[in-house]
């Protein structure tokens, strides 16, 4: 018996601290980073094969390049302006944050860049459907938003 | 036609393949780095094909380093001898090194290593911009491409950089040191010092 009361306080230690380990995980500017990796896999999931259909690696397919192309369209409506919190740079999260400090800071640039990516994916979404070389020239203005954006607000 | 300065001959050291590797190898750097660093989506194949042509270039000057004419052994010299060249370095008339001289025997070697190390990691990058990558990238983890890429990136400034030295030591030898090293990289034909 005094040797299961002994046991106790580290039983109840290590639930302490299992949990704390799971709070400190729970880090709400890790969360925001997250959401704004997914909206990065999603943004790609769609582009890709798009892209891909352009370089004649995929077969182009006039429906899919068009449903892709709107989908592309309808993500940029679903972003929210909590994804961004001020200290989710990569110099505060290295490991985790691909997001230069410059996105912050100039937010005149930032705004360029969103507004750029946001008259491609409209462009795109108008004439991906409309046979492989209106896809091709579409997909060229989409990628040189996507790198440009990255080149300036992107760590390596 | 130039007078020979006295003590000196032209003489044929660069045989016509190696000369023809040369410019070849200058024509795929140049316009691969060009297509790479102004990369847009309809022209980034082209960098790829520049890379293999420049990866093809380095294997057959590694082939020939080991087992051609132009052996790595001839090229390497020992530090006694790259001091004793940069002794001279600064007199005003040519090297006269059959072939090139300590010094740049060293610089060959850090170019190909430069361009070695640019089409390995460029094998293995990914521009997830324009959405391309190198054949060797759906091979290794996205931790290796984005270290891949990060490297590629570096390893391009670096070929800047000895591009501008290159043609900065050219142009050093034909004003300061009266040699025309881009001639004789054309015709084969170099001043040597006689009687050595």
């Not at chain 1, 200290?87 to 005149?108: H, K």
């Not at chain 1, 459907?129 to 020239?137: E, T, V």
């Not at chain 2, 000895?162 to 015709?187: C, Q």
Request: aromatic share 12%.
């Amino acid at each position: 018996m005094r040797k299961i009361l002994l046991l106790l306080p580290v039983i109840t230690m290590t639930i302490a601290f299992s949990t704390t380990a799971h709070v400190a995980e729970r880090d709400p500017v890790k969360k925001a980073i997250e959401a704004r990796h997914a909206v990065m896999t999603l943004r790609s999931w769609y582009a890709g094969p798009l892209f891909g259909m352009a370089k004649g690696d995929i077969e182009y397919d006039a429906d899919w390049a068009s449903a892709l192309a709107n989908s592309l369209k309808a993500e940029l409506d679903t972003t929210d302006r909590g994804m961004w919190p001020d200290g989710s740079d990569y110099e505060a999260y290295p490991d985790f944050s691909g997001t230069l400090p410059e996105w912050w800071l100039d937010t005149d640039g930032a705004e360029e860049a969103e507004k750029t990516y946001a008259s491609a994916v409209a462009q795109i979404a108008e004439s991906a459907g409309g046979g492989l070389n209106a896809l091709r020239s579409a997909v060229g203005g989409l990628g040189k938003s996507c790198k440009g954006c990255h080149d300036s607000y992107r760590a390596d | 036609m130039k007078v020979v300065p006295e003590g000196y001959a032209h003489e044929h050291v660069w045989g016509m393949p190696i000369r023809i590797w040369h410019w070849s190898l200058a024509f795929s750097v140049i316009s691969g780095w060009l297509l790479g660093e102004f990369r847009t989506f309809s022209i980034m194949q082209w960098h790829l094909y520049a890379g293999y042509c420049t990866g093809g270039l380095l294997l057959v000057r590694v082939i020939l380093g080991f087992a051609g004419p132009v052996r790595f052994s001839v090229l390497v010299s020992g530090p006694r001898a790259v001091i004793a060249y940069l002794g001279i370095l600064f007199e005003r008339r040519p090297s006269g090194s059959c072939g090139h001289s300590p010094m740049g025997g060293w610089a060959t070697i850090a170019i190909l290593l430069c361009l070695a190390w640019q089409f390995t990691t460029g094998l293995m990058s990914v521009d997830d911009g324009l959405f391309f990558e190198g054949p060797l990238a759906a091979w290794v983890s996205s931790d290796t491409n984005r270290m891949a890429t990060r490297f590629h990136h570096y390893g391009a400034k670096a070929i800047l950089v000895l591009f501008v030295m290159h043609v900065s030591i050219m142009l050093f030898y034909r004003i300061w040191k009266r040699e025309n090293l881009v001639i004789a990289m054309i015709t084969g034909k170099k001043l040597v010092k006689r009687n050595r």
